[in-house]
């Protein structure tokens, strides 16, 4: 961390442009560690940097990274064309940063899913070669019988792959639910398996990446939080 002007940590924290930002200042909308501040040159240690802007606290962060519970219906991009973003379910200062989904789901897949505004992150997770497992459930249109568990697990062909694509694991939860680890992260992949071994995906959530699980963070469908060093670490493992 180092010392940065007033103006360059707002606009670093996604407040808009350095312009605005001044004006935020000059307005009296900005406080730091309580006190009201009205000289955006005035010079701050950005280490554990406490800050107000229209009443609401915020704390300096060189980079975000963010776990979201996906609802159905939303894209997966910055630039969405049939539904809306994910991004329009975080705060708009998150736009500004450049934050964007690690990775994709489905507009109707929902479950967790990773964004952040580090690229070197973003690329690592991002990297087949890490072969970080995954966690779907899946709900089937027919029955889940031991022959489709059996196809999961040896390797089901699809149309575009040189080989047959397996499961880490696989098991059955019910009549018409499986849980499905996956570690190459290819295109509509479990439903493009399902597919292979004769049966149908009528719905797909994530529910763990690595050792980080959506239950562990407590979030309904559409709540996002900061994912701390410990949260971080479990991405790592397998």
């Known amino acids: 961390m180092s010392k940065m002007s007033l103006d360059r940590i707002l606009q670093s924290q996604g407040f808009g442009s350095r312009k605005w930002c001044r004006e935020l200042v000059a307005d009296g909308e900005v406080t730091v560690a309580g006190e009201p501040i009205d000289d955006y040159r005035t010079n701050f240690d950005t280490a554990d940097l406490h800050f107000a802007v229209f009443g609401e606290p915020w704390v300096y962060r060189e980079h975000v990274y963010l776990a979201l519970n996906k609802p159905p219906n939303f894209e997966c991009s910055r630039k969405p064309s049939h539904h809306p973003g994910v991004l329009t379910l975080l705060p708009e200062q998150f736009t500004w940063r450049e934050v964007q989904p690690v990775g994709r789901l489905d507009h109707d897949t929902t479950g967790l899913l990773l964004m952040s505004d580090d690229g070197a992150f973003i690329h690592a997770q991002s990297s087949p070669k890490r072969h970080v497992p995954k966690l779907y459930v899946a709900t089937t249109h027919d029955p889940v019988t031991d022959d489709l568990i059996r196809q999961l697990l040896s390797g089901v062909q699809l149309h575009d792959e040189p080989a ?50 959506l239950d562990s963070l407590q979030l309904k469908e559409g709540e996002w939080c900061y994912l701390d060093a410990t949260q971080l670490s479990l991405l790592k493992q397998r």
């Open 164 to 213: 047959p694509l397996a499961a880490v694991s696989c098991r059955r939860l019910d009549d018409h639910r499986i849980e499905i680890v996956l570690e190459q992260g290819k295109y509509h992949q479990v439903k493009r398996m399902l597919a292979a071994a004769g049966n149908h995906c009528g719905a797909l959530q994530r529910t763990a990446i690595g050792d980080l699980t």
